[in-house]
């Protein structure tokens, strides 16, 4: 009998930084070059004859279009290939949370205030405001 090892191969795949902005950046540029083509004069005059002045924004549509495609398939290859993360953030927010739970524990009671100490605390901010207001108009005149 033979023995048969198991060969483990690993599959690394490379994901650009910020993939998602090429993609958003592409379209927006994709955008822009069809906004040129509008304002052409193809567009003016209706007709297909008039190709030859046009022939900057219809480069740059297809340019455009095609790395958009590109990128947008790479994108999608990109999400199918790579490990779901969803454990990662999981556990990002159950720390999170048990953080903000000792900290409910740590913090003492909120004060409760009557609604005679409200009025006068908005009584003496509303005094306030106009003081400097005064003052303001003061500086200014």
């Given amino acids: 009998m033979a ?5 483990n191969r690993t599959v690394e795949v490379k994901v650009l930084q910020e993939i998602e ?3 958003i950046g592409n379209a927006f540029g994709l955008m822009i070059a069809a906004g040129g083509l509008l304002a052409g004069t193809m567009v003016t005059h209706r007709s ?3 190709w030859q002045e046009d022939v900057v924004p219809l480069a740059l549509v297809v340019i455009m279009a095609v790395r958009l495609i590109r990128s947008f398939i790479a994108t999608m290859s990109a999400y199918e290939v790579a490990p779901n993360r969803t454990h990662q953030n999981v556990h990002r927010e159950n720390v999170q949370s048990d953080n903000a739970f000792v900290a409910q524990l740590a913090a003492p009671a909120p004060k409760s205030y009557s609604a005679e100490e409200v009025m006068d605390a908005v009584a003496k901010r509303i ?6 207001a005064l003052k303001k108009n003061k500086f200014s005149n």
Avoid at 3 to 7: F, G, L, W
Avoid at 127 to 132: G, R, Y
């Fill in 48 to 50: 297909v004859e008039y």
């Fill in 3 to 7: 023995n048969h090892t198991a060969i």
């Fill in 21 to 23: 902005f090429k993609v």
């Fill in 127 to 132: 005094e306030a405001q106009k003081e400097e």
